[in-house]
């Protein structure tokens, strides 16, 4: 008898976490993601610039010097695209930008104005990655300089060479609102206390 009245109890609250199965899996939330602010072009005009400054104070402490020492041309030959004191400062130039990103993910530049570069996939920045972006994109960008000019344009304000190594350089401390996105169903870890869904 206690099984018969225990049965029907039980079906009950079998069909109900049924129903509420089906009803959590095919709910659908919107969720509010928050991401690092894209750096638009003044912000990283200036944390170039800065870096150029800390460039050009290295290449007047150690290798002008060096070169007067030596007596040996600064300026470039006529019949020469690059002179070795122009090698050697294109060599500083793409060195310092490789290893200051490489270690701290950004320049002291980007450090002043707090952005920094960051890989579109969430990954840490690998040698490769950097090597496509410091090196080569960073070269062509600077001998054309127009490609500099596509952060004004590209939606999320990349830079050619950030195309070439699939970065894009964000604010550290700026976030936006992503555009409200559909979410995975709803568990019970997003469930209130009061029932209602976030």
Do not use: C
Not at 23 to 48: D, H, L, M, N, T
Not at 110 to 138: A, D, N, S
Not at 145 to 152: E, G, K, T
Request: hydrophobic share 45%.
């Amino acid at each position: 008898m206690s099984e018969q009245i225990e049965q029907p109890g039980q079906l009950e609250e079998e069909t109900f976490d049924v129903q509420e199965q089906a009803v959590r899996e095919q709910s659908v939330v919107i969720e509010k993601s928050y991401f690092r602010k894209p750096a638009g072009f003044w912000i990283r005009f200036w944390a170039y610039l800065i870096d150029i400054i800390i460039v050009g104070a290295i290449s007047g402490l150690v290798v002008k010097p060096i070169f007067r020492v030596i007596d040996y041309p600064i300026s470039d030959p006529i019949f020469l695209l690059y002179s070795p004191y122009k090698l050697i400062m294109l060599a500083l130039f793409l060195a310092y930008f490789l290893l200051m990103t490489k270690y701290f993910g950004q320049t002291v530049g980007k450090m002043i104005t707090g952005i920094r570069v960051i890989k579109k996939t969430g990954e840490p920045l690998g040698w490769k990655t950097l090597l496509f972006r410091e090196v080569i994109g960073r070269y062509i960008s600077k001998t054309l300089l127009i490609p500099y000019l596509l952060v004004i344009f590209m939606p999320r304000k990349e830079a050619l060479h950030d195309l070439f190594a699939d970065t894009e350089v964000v604010h550290e401390q700026v976030y936006e609102k992503a555009n409200d996105v559909p979410a995975a169903p709803v568990n019970e870890s997003r469930r209130l206390q009061g029932g209602q869904r976030i």
